[in-house]
């Protein structure tokens, strides 16, 4: 069982990710992608919520998927805005998603597991043409910190990316740390705009 299987762990480690600041990369997407107008972005895994609070400054009107219930409680109390719609899942059950202008799903994608390619399909096809999107995937040297984490080939990667236009592309091996435990971070971090 990995440390994430644990039952309360995705909560303890958002209760603790809540101060922190925004991931560079959310910040290059949203250069790219610019303020919201009202367009509709989804925050998949959203987590400690901080990313969600930044497409919500940045005019984003927004929904913030987890299956984390305390990280909804918990964005619930700080962001009270009516653009906001938060809802509880776990995001290998969706199905159904409406028309997004953009989609952050910053650390949670290999989460999905086995369903991923699923998941991509559903994210890909709700994203419109112009639309924006930034994620992490895993690379296959990365630790399983769950049972069932979905860790792909580089040629895997570049064939889920081969429907968007990428202007930002970075592969990291870095070894740390997850709660506390020795970890082999391979991450591949992406922003594109999908096309037409
Ligand atoms: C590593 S955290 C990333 C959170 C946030 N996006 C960030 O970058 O800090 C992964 C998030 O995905 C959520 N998650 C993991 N598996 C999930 C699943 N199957 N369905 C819904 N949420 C899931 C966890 O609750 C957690 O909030």
């Not at 570049?158 to 968007?164: E, M, T, V, W």
């Not at 970075?170 to 435990?181: A, H, I, K, L, Y």
């Amino acid at each position: 069982m990995g440390e994430f299987d644990r039952p309360g762990a995705w909560s303890r480690y958002n209760a603790a990710q809540r101060d922190r600041p925004p991931h560079p990369l959310a910040v290059t997407l949203l250069e790219h992608a610019g303020e919201g107008a009202g367009r509709l972005a989804l925050d998949l895994g959203f987590g400690g919520g901080v990313e969600t609070a930044l497409l919500l400054d940045h005019g984003w009107q927004v929904l913030a998927i987890d299956g984390d219930p305390a990280a909804a409680e918990s964005l619930r109390v700080r962001c009270t805005t009516g653009r906001l719609t938060i809802v509880t899942q776990d995001f290998t059950d969706l199905d159904v998603l409406p028309e997004l202008h953009l989609v952050h799903a910053a650390w949670s994608l290999p989460y999905a597991g086995v369903h991923l390619e699923r998941l991509w399909e559903l994210l890909l096809s709700a994203l419109v043409p112009g639309g924006w999107l930034a994620c992490h995937l895993f690379g296959v040297r990365a630790t399983a910190d769950a049972e069932d984490v979905a860790r792909l080939r580089t040629a895997d990667v570049d064939r889920f990316l081969d429907r968007l236009d990428v202007v930002h592309r970075e592969e990291q091996e870095v070894d740390g740390t997850s709660s506390g435990r020795p970890t082999h971070w391979h991450v591949h971090s992406v922003v594109g705009r999908r096309r037409a």
